[in-house]
T-cell receptor, first 113, second 113 residues
Framework: SQQGEEDPQALSIQEGENATMNCSYK?????LQWYRQNSGRGLVHLIL?????REKHSGRLRVTLDTSKKSSSLLITASRAADTASYFCATDATETSGSRLTFGEGTQLTVNP | DSGVTQTPKHLITATGQRVTLRCSPRSGDLSVYWYQQSLDQGLQFLIQ???????AKGNILERFSAQQFPDLHSELNLSSLELGDSALYFC????????????FGPGTRLTVL
């Protein structure tokens, strides 16, 4: 079963608007990562936020993490048509010897030109 | 381009058959991960190797096995294939065994007829 749950499942906005996607998870984590996937293609790593961080920025992306609420959000500002993709959060509850990412079901973002 | 390569891109085979998927990690990465993405199960972690040793295991079926070779490339072997094994199989790599970003390859699309 998926640990993370993204909300909303689908989001449609106009170019230039901001897009916010949320992720909730159930267990303690070491870090949380956001990925983008264009239809049927590989996942592109966007950003990693560690459990002791509350906010992180990368270009037009802003990620927040609230470990007390077990939730994270991804904000894409000034969206572009090229941002159309599925966005996944993935939690890393690494054991000492190895790592595994547990993915949510994703948010399908459509940015209309 | 993440620097992770996977071959083949597409594979079509019949039930009961055996296939091998290949992955070359990014230069310098010692850890390799395998994930399965299907419509009903989403993205699922299968297994991780670090410098030739198994480090973490997910819900990988007994019919599936993997290994990482001295040159760090990895192979995922799927045997006694069933229709439900049809999926996208992704390989990812990272520098260390834990706590890092994982970089994904373009995937191998397996179709079992």
């Amino acid at each position: 079963s998926q640990q993370g749950e993204e909300d909303p499942q689908a989001l449609s906005i106009q170019e230039g608007e901001n897009a916010t996607m949320n992720c909730s998870y159930k267990t303690s984590i070491n870090n949380l990562q956001w990925y983008r996937q264009n239809s049927g293609r590989g996942l592109v790593h966007l950003i990693l936020i560690r459990s002791n961080e509350r906010e992180k920025h990368s270009g037009r992306l802003r990620v927040t993490l609230d470990t007390s609420k077990k939730s994270s959000s991804l904000l894409i500002t000034a969206s572009r048509a090229a941002d159309t993709a599925s966005y996944f959060c993935a939690t890393d509850a690494t054991e000492t010897s190895g790592s595994r990412l547990t993915f949510g079901e994703g948010t399908q973002l459509t940015v209309n030109p | 381009d993440s620097g992770v390569t996977q071959t083949p891109k597409h594979l079509i085979t019949a039930t009961g058959q055996r296939v091998t998927l290949r992955c070359s990690p990014r230069s310098g990465d010692l850890s390799v991960y395998w994930y399965q993405q299907s419509l009903d199960q989403g993205l699922q972690f299968l297994i991780q190797y670090y410098n030739g040793e198994e480090r973490a295991k997910g819900n990988i079926l007994e019919r599936f096995s993997a290994q990482q070779f001295p040159d760090l490339h990895s192979e995922l072997n799927l045997s006694s294939l069933e229709l439900g094994d049809s999926a996208l199989y992704f390989c990812a790599s990272s520098v260390t065994a834990a706590y890092n970003e994982q970089f994904f390859g373009p995937g191998t699309r397996l179709t079992v007829l």
